[in-house]
Structure formats: structure tokens, C-alpha cells
């Protein structure tokens, strides 16, 4: 075998995972002490209520891995990891559609569209 095979335990994975959840706790209280500045068009709150829904996540699926066998380590890895990325999606671009509609910003097209037919005079 010319590659070692990439061997590593729960426990191992998860102390490398410490960089990136002391990462989480940091931006998470950033965002809590950044919710009442205007300017950021609510962005900080999304990003609050996104770690706070993101630190159980976190919890759940790494305490499933320390305790389950070996045999799930990488399942519950991979699920965590889906189940980050798909709470990222929902909180944090599902919203934009709304906040342009509301901005009057999504319907730019038809708007020029509709302004166009108004011109034109049909006999």
C-alpha cells in the first residue's frame, strides 16, 4: 500500500473539531452583541438564531458519535454534517427571497415588462 489508510477514533475527530466550534461560540456572541446595529440589515440575527439552532447540532451528533460503535462513527459524521449544512440553507437563504420581495427588489423583471406594455399603445 503505498497511502496510509486514514485511520482516526470519535474522540480524535472530535478534538480537531474544537478549533471550529470554539469558532462557533465566538461568532455566535458577536452576532448576539451586533443585533441592534441597523446597518447590517438583520444578517446578525440570522446568524444568531443559525448558531443557536447549529451548537445542539453540534452536541447531538458529536456525543452520538463518542457513545455509539465504531461501525457509526462516520455515519454520524455524515449526518451532522448534512444536518449543518441544510439548517444553513433554510435560515440563512430561504429568508433573502422574502426580505427582496419585501425590498421590492425580486420583482425587477415584471416590473419593466408591465412598464413596457404601458407604452405600448395597442390599436
Not at 69 to 87: D, K, M, Q, R, T
Not at 94 to 119: C, F, H, V
Request: glycine fraction near 4%; charged fraction near 15%.
Amino acid at each position: 500500500v503505498l497511502v496510509p489508510p486514514c485511520q482516526f477514533d470519535a474522540q480524535q475527530h472530535i478534538f480537531y473539531l474544537f478549533y471550529i466550534f470554539f469558532l462557533i461560540f465566538f461568532v455566535t456572541f458577536l452576532s448576539i452583541k451586533s443585533v441592534h446595529i441597523k446597518e447590517n440589515f438583520q444578517e446578525s440575527s440570522y446568524i444568531c438564531l443559525l448558531l443557536v439552532v447549529t451548537i445542539p447540532a453540534w452536541i447531538i451528533w458529536m456525543v452520538g458519535a463518542s457513545f455509539l460503535p465504531n461501525a457509526y462513527h462516520n455515519a454520524c459524521f455524515g449526518f451532522g454534517l448534512e444536518v449543518i449544512c441544510s439548517l444553513t440553507f433554510v435560515i440563512m437563504f430561504l429568508p433573502k427571497k422574502r426580505q427582496r420581495t419585501a425590498l421590492g427588489k425580486d420583482d425587477l423583471y415584471e416590473n419593466i415588462a408591465s412598464n413596457m406594455m404601458k407604452k405600448i399603445q395597442f390599436p
